[in-house]
């Protein structure tokens, strides 16, 4: 945790969620205006195809509603493909981009996650920024110059604390039930802390640094807790609302 940082605690549905899955989005809602996450902020990103749905479903609630990837240009000839605007048009006020399922599997480069997240902060989104290193990596030793080198190239100029937050994630500990240990999480954090106040100055010391990688209810306490972890990334366990609030209930 870090003083004066509000806590944010956030789902990643991922490639998952129907028409049927929006009664979890509402149970997360009543959660949120019961403030069952004492002071933190909670928001569930679920696929695009739910946002307008979800953003019906929350209005008016303390639930924030994200979305999980976004086009760098706002409109034009680019099939499949969703623009920031868009997303804020259909309720989303953040955005997930550079996760690394998408720097993986779409071969997203940093220079790309940026255009993203600049073109995020263009529509009045959120950014939220992942990056994160492979075991290979880690087992190297590189862990700490891989992420620098990732939110060096990656991060939005002229960001700010009501603009970006990052979201380190190790590749190795997403979807394993393997999580890195509170001295790695709180070294690679640390690093995070001071990169933001070289990047955006004093600003910096206010934005979010979340962890995420198998954050569960029984593994909750002890990553949240630590110093400049300021909340949580939940894929898996964020589908089920029961689970996920047991997640944030983390911050009572
Ligand atoms: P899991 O919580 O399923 O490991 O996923 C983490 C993640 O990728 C969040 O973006």
Same mark, same amino acid.
């Given at each position: 945790?870090?003083?004066?940082?509000?806590?944010? =605690?956030?789902?990643?549905?991922?490639?998952?969620?129907?028409?049927?899955? %929006?009664?979890?989005?509402?149970?997360?809602?009543?959660?949120? +205006?019961?403030?069952?996450?004492?002071?933190?902020? $909670?928001?569930?990103?679920?696929?695009?195809?739910?946002?307008?749905?979800?953003?019906?479903?929350?209005?008016?609630?303390?639930?924030?509603?994200?979305?999980?990837?976004?086009?760098?240009?706002?409109?034009?000839?680019? /099939?499949? +493909?969703?623009?920031?605007?868009?997303?804020?048009?259909?309720?989303?006020?953040?955005?997930?981009?550079?996760?690394?399922?998408?720097?993986? $599997?779409?071969?997203?480069?940093?220079?790309?996650?940026?255009?993203?997240?600049?073109?995020? %902060?263009?529509?009045?989104? /959120?950014?939220?920024?992942?990056?994160?290193?492979?075991?290979?990596?880690?087992?190297?030793?590189?862990?700490?110059?891989?992420? /620098?080198?990732? %939110?060096?190239?990656?991060?939005?100029?002229?960001?700010?604390?009501?603009?970006? =937050?990052?979201?380190?994630?190790? =590749?190795?500990? @997403?979807?394993?039930?393997?999580?890195?240990?509170?001295? +790695?999480?709180?070294?690679?954090?640390?690093?995070?802390?001071?990169?933001?106040?070289?990047?955006?100055?004093?600003?910096?010391?206010?934005?979010?640094? %979340?962890?995420?990688?198998?954050?569960?209810?029984?593994?909750?306490?002890?990553? $949240?807790?630590?110093?400049?972890? +300021?909340?949580?990334? @939940?894929?898996?366990?964020?589908?089920?609302?029961?689970?996920? $609030?047991?997640?944030?209930?983390?911050?009572?």
């Amino acid at each position: 945790m870090t003083p004066g940082v509000r806590p944010f =605690v956030a789902g990643n549905w991922k490639m998952n969620g129907v028409f049927a899955s %929006l009664g979890e989005i509402e149970a997360m809602r009543r959660a949120a +205006d019961a403030g069952e996450a004492g002071e933190a902020e $909670l928001a569930v990103c679920p696929p695009a195809t739910l946002l307008a749905q979800a953003a019906w479903k929350i209005r008016g609630g303390k639930l924030s509603l994200g979305a999980q990837d976004c086009h760098p240009e706002p409109s034009g000839a680019f /099939t499949g +493909d969703i623009s920031a605007p868009m997303l804020k048009d259909a309720g989303a006020t953040y955005v997930i981009v550079g996760h690394s399922e998408r720097r993986t $599997l779409h071969y997203e480069t940093d220079a790309l996650v940026r255009a993203k997240a600049e073109a995020a %902060l263009k529509a009045g989104l /959120t950014a939220i920024v992942c990056v994160g290193e492979t075991k290979e990596e880690r087992q190297a030793g590189d862990a700490i110059a891989v992420v /620098t080198r990732q %939110l060096k190239g990656s991060l939005p100029p002229g960001g700010g604390p009501d603009s970006v =937050v990052v979201s380190y994630e190790p =590749v190795w500990a @997403i979807g394993t039930g393997l999580t890195p240990t509170p001295k +790695d999480v709180t070294e690679m954090h640390g690093a995070i802390r001071t990169l933001l106040g070289e990047i955006y100055g004093p600003g910096g010391s206010k934005l979010r640094i %979340l962890y995420g990688g198998s954050v569960k209810p029984g593994n909750c306490r002890d990553l $949240l807790t630590l110093d400049n972890v +300021d909340g949580a990334l @939940i894929g898996g366990a964020s589908l089920k609302a029961a689970e996920f $609030l047991a997640i944030a209930a983390a911050y009572r």
